[in-house]
């Protein structure tokens, strides 16, 4: 058989990848060696205000777009499985850790806001309410 596009890795990217391409009329192989992939460690994290970066805003500007994508890529494949991918859209917390972590907590707020992001800023008894694992 010929095909289009070899996807090597059953992972959530590559089964989205050769997924998405099938449906559009490519011929694809998928080749997997059957281990756990490790990108179900984290790869239903889609954290783009985390993870943006002085002098990276192209770049955060990409994941953002990408993360906006996600609630329909997810109905797509909720409606041609039949079953729910487990999609949900909860935000995200920035923490510092140790008190010595608050300026730099700040500092990539200042960055988020020079980006056109609202941020707000949250005490640590009210994320503790919110997510109630995080300690003092």
Known sequence: MSVDLAV?????????????????????????????????VAAGMLGPWSEAAD???????????????WPGFADEL???SG???????SGAM???GRPDHVARVRRHRERLEEMGRAVPWTPG??????EPGLST
């Open 8 to 40: 090597v890795g059953a992972g959530p990217w590559g089964l989205a990848l050769a997924w998405r391409a099938a449906s559009q009329g490519a011929r694809v192989a998928l080749c997997d060696d059957g281990a756990p992939p490790a990108g179900w």
């Open 55 to 69: 002098g990276e805003e192209a770049v955060h500007e990409l994941m953002v777009a990408a993360a906006d994508r």
């Open 78 to 80: 909720a409606s041609a």
């Open 83 to 89: 079953r729910d991918p487990g999609y949900i859209r």
């Open 94 to 96: 920035i923490v510092a």
């Open 125 to 130: 008894s009210r994320l503790r309410e919110l």
